[in-house]
């Protein structure tokens, strides 16, 4: 199935309401009541990329997620929650509240070249796999 990130939320993670992790380890239940969620604007759709890989035994997983920005955007001081908005309404969830958190990192992109475009960019990591969130 194709999904396309439409849409994402900011949030601190401390704001989080109660998470419950359903038995499959990828949905989970949310009471969004006290998050504290901050739209980011964002142009066009958002790049999600996750990643699976064995390595001297281990499995680990990663997720990135870029989005160019359409305005200036200040991240939030310490630890988030993101939320993504997908076309077909599907909500996801990166970052619950505990370890591993996401990283943020917004770069500036200022081109040598008048073709290019000149834009800020948020780069989001994640440690984990995004969990889709029901009873949206």
């Keep these: 199935m194709t999904r396309y990130i439409t849409h994402l939320s900011l949030a601190p993670a401390a704001s989080m309401g109660q998470l419950t992790l359903c038995p499959d380890g990828?949905?989970?239940a949310l009471s969004t009541k006290g998050a504290?969620?901050?739209p980011v604007?964002?142009?066009g759709l958002a790049a999600m990329e996750v990643s699976d890989e064995?390595?001297?035994?281990?499995?680990t997983v990663t997720t990135k997620l870029t989005a160019t920005l359409c305005g200036r955007y200040t991240p939030m001081a310490g630890p988030v929650a993101v939320l993504l908005?997908?076309?077909d309404g599907t909500r996801?969830?990166?970052g619950t509240g505990e370890r591993p958190m996401p990283a943020v990192t917004l770069a500036d992109t200022?081109?040598?070249?008048?073709?290019e475009r000149s834009a800020q960019v948020l780069t989001i990591s994640y440690s984990s796999r995004p969990l889709a969130l029901i009873n949206n």
Excluded: N
């Design 26 to 28: 990828h949905t989970a």
């Design 36 to 38: 504290q969620w901050r």
């Design 41 to 43: 604007p964002t142009t």
């Design 54 to 59: 064995v390595a001297d035994g281990r499995h």
């Design 85 to 87: 908005t997908c076309a």
């Design 92 to 94: 996801l969830l990166l």
């Design 110 to 115: 200022l081109p040598d070249k008048a073709a």
